[in-house]
């Protein structure tokens, strides 16, 4: 193949001038018997020897050096000087082939003469070429030892006439103006193609020299009117005039930038030298001056304004390249741009504050409650006192300050809005809001900030924030403050004891700016999923605001007025093409979720809607109205039983059903009981804490003491084995309050009387047989509540405890108050066999009493659970 070796000359006699020929190269001028000329119409023989080209079109009436360097081409060409000198040159179109093929090569290509031949000591040569017509390859007659192929001259079409001039001129001006951003173009050339006549000489002379594509190149050689030639170039050389003219832009931009830069420094420097002279001050002073006046803008604390100022005067004395002058100058940047006195103005419209909280929640009355009694207070102090009362009981009362801000603690389990609570009250209050999770947090430092003295040291979380929100009375919500972890390298939530203190959060000193900083009028949130993981002393320093799970019925309307009109906007919706019915969202709520909060609701209304939308989107669909028939066709078959699974599980005696409370709400849960011969006596299993394992024996003690009056024979706990076991055992478990669900599930499991299905207890017991209060009775009740219970056995001593039950909770339950274990069992246990109902059968040696009949207890049980 032949590559392109130097810019060609616009004639063969001006390159054959220009060639220089090295001292180890052998020049041979080739001499043709018969002389050929390019515009006598060229006589082209039916065979020519074919040259594949790599990137490069040799074109008729222009000259162009070729290197030769694979064998095939060399002894091509020898045979070819050797001859006629002719030649066929046709572009491959791949460049990257080292050996193109037929199938490889354009079709259509130039028939050259050898001028001149120069051949390196390597073995390579040299060639000059100059071309003479157009010609189109029609068939390959041999491929080894090198192309033939039979070729057909293609003549090409001059027109003439007004058009051709004008396209003539206006691509010699596009030319003579690429020249000019092109310094390597020689003047020679732009002469020539001034003087040239011949439009066809012209276009080709030009494409020859410009940058072009391989594509292009070809183009301007397979076109046949030289109109044609002519405007194609005319847009070439357009488009690389713009885009040299685009470079020529850029690069003086960026040698202006440099000269500019480089012209500050030098001015720079002569002012240096010339303030140096003149005794003025340098860019260090500027900078000193500048911190001093933003100390003083920043209203400072008296305390933080002298040691600004003691630090800036360091700084002062110090080299701007010394390490401690960066220290000092971060620590001037914390200090300066806090917001020391910056504060937003409370909204105390206390009609405005209810409103948002009501547009953004359903429910949660407490909490909406204490937001208003806390504005209600600001506005009364702002209105009848002001500031100068405040300032006058500060200073009259020195040990106890007047607190500016509130410390809540949200308490409930995931998806009840506390996290999203805290943006609602902030947007009612009129505050900027920031939210900081604590969960995971384990190094004391992000919370009260490093030492100046560690590299890289900087202020806690808490100073962050504030520096972040610009506002020195922001509502801060710390998220999952139950989850903080501690290790090596100290309690964070022992840090969280000072700034959640409203007896000192006042002057909390962060490490890093060593410094007193007023949080007192911070309104500081936190949210936990339990208390128990809390510490102590900083529980006691928060109000608790208990948040327990939603009821049916609030799940319902929190579905109408907010998940379901949020989740229409967020898959692409109109309000009038989706519409779940009460029946629907209900199914939603009983059959499809079991939660305390609304996510997994809000997740299965997402997943509904989708397939609305994908319908909608296929057009399959224009508007539903889910219905539960629909609801089931689109997500499937219920997860959960609403009331099967307690009757299920209830079926048989040794069944009692129990109330928990987890972090995620209050629970169900069943505790089992079996009997089996044996003399091994009581087992339990079920992951039992060791307060859970303590209520399993007093049961079972409180169970044996009572034999008699339950008419079990005396022998018969030396015959058998009692298991008690608590699903679901991968679940671990603790607290006494299932003593009396233990208890009720052996006396079921020896008297062989079914727990009835639509009852559930919670109680602690003793072993004299007393049923204790408990905590948790909210929770639990909602949770009975959801599975379809209508009747529970509390303690009653936490009969105060059911105010805070909802009234349609209330209404529509059934509570017994229990004071001992009896009244357990008189109120949960089926009748004895032989009253008010056919008797049972007869347990089998060994069993659990797995065989009922179906006599009318078995009948009332059922149809009252069912209801």
Same mark, same amino acid.
């Given at each position: 193949?032949?590559?392109?070796?130097?810019?060609?000359?616009?004639?063969?006699?001006?390159?054959?001038?220009?060639?220089?020929?090295?001292?180890?190269?052998?020049?041979?001028?080739?001499?043709?018997?018969?002389?050929?000329?390019?515009?006598?119409?060229?006589?082209?023989?039916?065979?020519?020897?074919?040259?594949?080209?790599?990137?490069?079109?040799?074109?008729?009436?222009?000259?162009?050096?070729?290197?030769?360097?694979?064998?095939?081409?060399?002894?091509?060409?020898?045979?070819?000087?050797?001859?006629?000198?002719?030649?066929?040159?046709?572009?491959?179109?791949?460049?990257?082939?080292?050996?193109?093929?037929?199938?490889?090569?354009?079709?259509?290509?130039?028939?050259?003469?050898?001028?001149?031949?120069?051949?390196?000591?390597?073995?390579?040569?040299?060639?000059?070429?100059?071309?003479?017509?157009?010609?189109?390859?029609?068939?390959?007659?041999?491929?080894?030892?090198?192309?033939?192929?039979?070729?057909?001259?293609?003549?090409?079409?001059?027109?003439?006439?007004?058009?051709?001039?004008?396209?003539?001129?206006?691509?010699?001006?596009?030319?003579?103006?690429?020249?000019?951003?092109?310094?390597?173009?020689?003047?020679?050339?732009?002469?020539?193609?001034?003087? /040239?006549? =011949?439009? *066809?000489? +012209?276009?080709?002379? #030009?494409?020859?020299?410009?940058?072009?594509? @391989? &594509?292009?190149?070809? $183009?301007?050689?397979?076109?046949?009117? /030289?109109? =044609?030639? *002519?405007? +194609?170039?005319?847009? #070439?050389?357009?488009?690389?005039?713009?885009? @040299? &003219?685009?470079?020529? $832009?850029?690069?003086?931009?960026?040698?202006?930038?440099?000269?500019?830069?480089?012209?500050?420094?030098?001015?720079?420097?002569?002012?240096?030298?010339?303030?140096?002279?003149?005794?003025?001050?340098?860019?260090?002073?500027?900078?000193?001056?500048?911190?001093?006046?933003?100390?003083?803008?920043?209203?400072?604390?008296?305390?933080?304004?002298?040691?600004?100022?003691?630090?800036?005067?360091?700084?002062?004395?110090?080299?701007?390249?010394?390490?401690?002058?960066?220290?000092?100058?971060?620590?001037?940047?914390?200090?300066?741009?806090?917001?020391?006195?910056?504060?937003?103005?409370?909204?105390?419209?206390?009609?405005?504050?209810?409103?948002?909280?009501?547009?953004?929640?359903?429910?949660?009355?407490?909490?909406?409650?204490?937001?208003?009694?806390?504005?209600?207070?600001?506005?009364?102090?702002?209105?009848?006192?002001?500031?100068?009362?405040?300032?006058?009981?500060?200073?009259?009362?020195?040990?106890?300050?007047?607190?500016?801000?509130?410390?809540?603690?949200?308490?409930?389990?995931?998806?009840?809005?506390?996290?999203?609570?805290?943006?609602?009250?902030?947007?009612?209050?009129?505050?900027?809001?920031?939210?900081?999770?604590?969960?995971?947090?384990?190094?004391?430092?992000?919370?009260?900030?490093?030492?100046?003295?560690?590299?890289?040291?900087?202020?806690?979380?808490?100073?962050?924030?504030?520096?972040?929100?610009?506002?020195?009375?922001?509502?801060?919500?710390?998220?999952?403050?139950?989850?903080?972890?501690?290790?090596?390298?100290?309690?964070?939530?022992?840090?969280?004891?000072?700034?959640?203190?409203?007896?000192?959060?006042?002057?909390?000193?962060?490490?890093?700016?060593?410094?007193?900083?007023?949080?007192?009028?911070?309104?500081?949130?936190?949210?936990?999923?339990?208390?128990?993981?809390?510490?102590?002393?900083?529980?006691?320093?928060?109000?608790?605001?208990?948040?327990?799970?939603?009821?049916?019925?609030?799940?319902?309307?929190?579905?109408?007025?907010?998940?379901?009109?949020?989740?229409?906007?967020?898959?692409?919706?109109?309000?009038?093409?989706?519409?779940?019915?009460?029946?629907?969202?209900?199914?939603?709520?009983?059959?499809?979720?079991?939660?305390?909060?609304?996510?997994?609701?809000?997740?299965?209304?997402?997943?509904?809607?989708?397939?609305?939308?994908?319908?909608?989107?296929?057009?399959?669909?224009?508007?539903?109205?889910?219905?539960?028939?629909?609801?089931?066709?689109?997500?499937?078959?219920?997860?959960?039983?609403?009331?099967?699974?307690?009757?299920?599980?209830?079926?048989?005696?040794?069944?009692?059903?129990?109330?928990?409370?987890?972090?995620?709400?209050?629970?169900?849960?069943?505790?089992?009981?079996?009997?089996?011969?044996?003399?091994?006596?009581?087992?339990?299993?079920?992951?039992?804490?060791?307060?859970?394992?303590?209520?399993?024996?007093?049961?079972?003690?409180?169970?044996?003491?009572?034999?008699?009056?339950?008419?079990?024979?005396?022998?018969?706990?030396?015959?058998?084995?009692?298991?008690?076991?608590?699903?679901?055992?991968?679940?671990?478990?603790?607290?006494?309050?299932?003593?009396?669900?233990?208890?009720?599930?052996?006396?079921?499991?020896?008297?062989?009387?079914?727990?009835?299905?639509?009852?559930?207890?919670?109680?602690?017991?003793?072993?004299?047989?007393?049923?204790?209060?408990?905590?948790?009775?909210?929770?639990?009740?909602?949770?009975?509540?959801?599975?379809?219970?209508?009747?529970?056995?509390?303690?009653?001593?936490?009969?105060?405890?059911?105010?805070?039950?909802?009234?349609?909770?209330?209404?529509?339950?059934?509570?017994?108050?229990?004071?001992?274990?009896?009244?357990?069992?008189?109120?949960?246990?089926?009748?004895?066999?032989?009253?008010?109902?056919?008797?049972?059968?007869?347990?089998?040696?060994?069993?659990?009493?797995?065989?009922?009949?179906?006599?009318?207890?078995?009948?009332?049980?059922?149809?009252?659970?069912?209801?």
């Amino acid at each position: 193949m032949a590559d392109r070796k130097k810019q060609p000359a616009s004639t063969a006699e001006e390159l054959l001038q220009s060639v220089t020929i090295a001292d180890d190269e052998q020049d041979v001028i080739l001499k043709s018997e018969e002389p050929i000329e390019a515009d006598s119409g060229p006589r082209v023989p039916e065979e020519l020897p074919i040259l594949p080209l790599r990137g490069l079109v040799v074109y008729p009436q222009t000259a162009m050096p070729l290197n030769i360097g694979q064998p095939r081409s060399v002894r091509l060409v020898d045979e070819v000087v050797a001859g006629d000198r002719l030649i066929g040159l046709v572009a491959s179109k791949n460049p990257e082939l080292e050996t193109p093929g037929p199938e490889d090569i354009y079709q259509i290509g130039t028939m050259a003469v050898i001028l001149r031949l120069f051949r390196a000591p390597d073995g390579t040569i040299r060639l000059l070429v100059q071309g003479l017509a157009r010609i189109r390859v029609d068939g390959y007659t041999s491929q080894e030892p090198f192309l033939k192929a039979n070729v057909t001259h293609i003549p090409e079409s001059v027109e003439k006439g007004i058009e051709v001039e004008a396209l003539m001129r206006n691509v010699i001006d596009q030319f003579t103006k690429l020249a000019d951003l092109v310094p390597s173009i020689p003047g020679e050339l732009i002469t020539s193609a001034l003087n /040239v006549e =011949d439009p *066809l000489q +012209l276009v080709y002379a #030009i494409a020859t020299y410009i940058r072009l594509s @391989l &594509e292009n190149y070809q $183009k301007i050689l397979e076109l046949n009117s /030289v109109v =044609d030639k *002519l405007r +194609l170039l005319m847009n #070439i050389l357009n488009k690389e005039i713009e885009v @040299l &003219e685009l470079g020529r $832009k850029i690069q003086t931009e960026a040698q202006t930038e440099i000269e500019r830069v480089q012209r500050e420094y030098f001015l720079r420097e002569q002012l240096k030298a010339i303030r140096r002279e003149l005794g003025e001050e340098d860019d260090q002073a500027v900078e000193v001056e500048e911190f001093r006046q933003r100390i003083e803008a920043a209203k400072m604390s008296e305390e933080a304004a002298r040691e600004a100022t003691r630090e800036l005067e360091r700084m002062a004395r110090l080299s701007p390249a010394s390490a401690e002058y960066g220290v000092i100058r971060t620590y001037l940047d914390w200090l300066t741009s806090l917001p020391w006195q910056k504060r937003t103005d409370d909204n105390l419209d206390i009609a405005h504050a209810r409103k948002v909280l009501d547009e953004d929640h359903y429910g949660l009355k407490d909490i909406k409650e204490r937001i208003l009694e806390f504005l209600a207070v600001r506005r009364l102090r702002t209105e009848r006192f002001g500031k100068s009362f405040e300032r006058v009981i500060q200073a009259e009362n020195s040990v106890r300050r007047d607190r500016e801000g509130a410390i809540l603690c949200f308490v409930g389990p995931p998806g009840v809005g506390k996290t999203s609570l805290g943006a609602s009250i902030a947007r009612a209050m009129g505050r900027k809001f920031t939210r900081m999770s604590l969960g995971g947090v384990r190094d004391e430092a992000e919370i009260r900030g490093f030492r100046r003295t560690y590299i890289g040291a900087m202020p806690g979380r808490i100073i962050q924030t504030l520096r972040r929100v610009e506002t020195h009375n922001p509502v801060i919500m710390l998220d999952e403050v139950d989850k903080l972890g501690r290790d090596f390298r100290g309690d964070p939530a022992a840090a969280l004891l000072e700034v959640l203190d409203p007896e000192q959060n006042h002057e909390f000193r962060d490490h890093y700016l060593d410094i007193a900083f007023d949080l007192s009028e911070v309104m500081f949130i936190t949210t936990a999923n339990e208390l128990d993981p809390i510490p102590g002393p900083l529980r006691d320093r928060m109000e608790i605001i208990t948040l327990s799970g939603y009821t049916e019925q609030e799940k319902l309307e929190i579905a109408r007025q907010y998940l379901v009109p949020r989740q229409i906007r967020e898959n692409g919706l109109r309000p009038g093409e989706v519409k779940f019915t009460d029946d629907a969202l209900l199914m939603l709520i009983r059959d499809y979720t079991r939660e305390a909060g609304v996510r997994n609701l809000e997740r299965s209304i997402g997943s509904a809607m989708r397939k609305v939308a994908t319908g909608i989107a296929e057009g399959t669909r224009k508007r539903s109205r889910i219905t539960p028939k629909l609801l089931e066709d689109l997500l499937g078959h219920p997860r959960f039983g609403y009331r099967e699974e307690i009757r299920d599980r209830t079926d048989l005696p040794g069944v009692a059903t129990g109330l928990s409370v987890t972090p995620f709400g209050g629970d169900v849960l069943f505790i089992e009981a079996t009997q089996m011969p044996g003399g091994k006596g009581f087992q339990y299993t079920g992951q039992l804490g060791e307060v859970m394992q303590e209520s399993a024996r007093a049961a079972f003690s409180y169970i044996r003491s009572r034999a008699n009056a339950l008419s079990i024979a005396e022998d018969y706990f030396d015959k058998h084995d009692i298991h008690l076991h608590v699903p679901a055992g991968a679940v671990p478990k603790d607290g006494p309050s299932a003593g009396v669900t233990m208890a009720t599930a052996l006396a079921s499991l020896l008297t062989q009387r079914a727990v009835k299905s639509n009852v559930a207890m919670t109680g602690e017991i003793t072993l004299r047989g007393m049923v204790l209060p408990v905590g948790g009775i909210k929770d639990k009740v909602l949770a009975a509540h959801r599975m379809g219970i209508d009747t529970v056995i509390l303690p009653r001593r936490n009969a105060p405890d059911l105010d805070d039950v909802p009234d349609d909770v209330r209404k529509a339950m059934t509570f017994i108050l229990a004071e001992k274990v009896d009244d357990v069992w008189q109120a949960a246990l089926e009748n004895p066999p032989g009253k008010n109902g056919s008797a049972r059968p007869k347990q089998g040696d060994g069993s659990n009493g797995t065989g009922r009949g179906s006599g009318s207890n078995g009948s009332q049980r059922r149809k009252r659970s069912s209801n």
